[in-house]
């Protein structure tokens, strides 16, 4: 399994992050190698990642399912793999700090199959970096919309 947690401090308080990440439309296109994404209903959404490992251009679509969703607080989620056999979970947490607020990304993604002992060494080294991008991008564009 491959885990990525990443933190920031935003100077902003806890209900402008919370009204940030709790609207997916605002912050989609942050995720690294993001696509596309399809909303299915409040709690469950497809994403199209695209990108390059080694040359080898590659799409994967993952299903993305809202398990928790505790305002202003945390979010929970749920991955499953459409295209590639993977699953994994993840949250968002917000917590007030003296009126800035800081935020903790953290992602957890199993590789499984024949195909996962090829693609686990990627995904280990792929995990973090995301977890850490999409936060600090995330907590970029919240300062500017707050």
């Known amino acids: 399994m491959a885990t990525g947690t990443h933190t920031v401090e935003i100077p902003v308080?806890?209900?402008?992050?919370?009204?940030?990440?709790?609207?997916?439309?605002?912050w989609a296109t942050s995720v690294p190698a993001y696509k596309e994404h399809e909303i299915v209903n409040d709690k469950q959404s497809i994403w199209t990642f695209e990108g390059k490992v080694k040359g080898i251009k590659k799409t994967i679509k993952a299903q993305v399912d809202i398990t928790e969703w505790n305002e202003p607080s945390n979010i929970k989620f749920e991955?499953?793999?459409?295209?590639?056999?993977?699953?994994?979970?993840?949250h968002f947490t917000a917590e007030d700090m003296n009126g800035n607020t800081t935020m903790t990304c953290t992602v957890n993604v199993?590789?499984?199959?024949i195909s996962g002992a090829v693609i686990t060494p990627i995904i280990k080294w792929a995990v973090p970096k995301v977890a850490s991008r999409l936060t600090e991008s995330i907590a970029r564009k919240i300062a500017v919309f707050s």
Do not use: M, R
């Open 110 to 113: 199993h590789a499984g199959g």
């Open 13 to 26: 308080d806890v209900q402008a992050v919370w009204e940030y990440v709790s609207d997916l439309e605002k």
């Open 79 to 90: 991955l499953k793999g459409l295209t590639d056999n993977f699953t994994g979970s993840g």
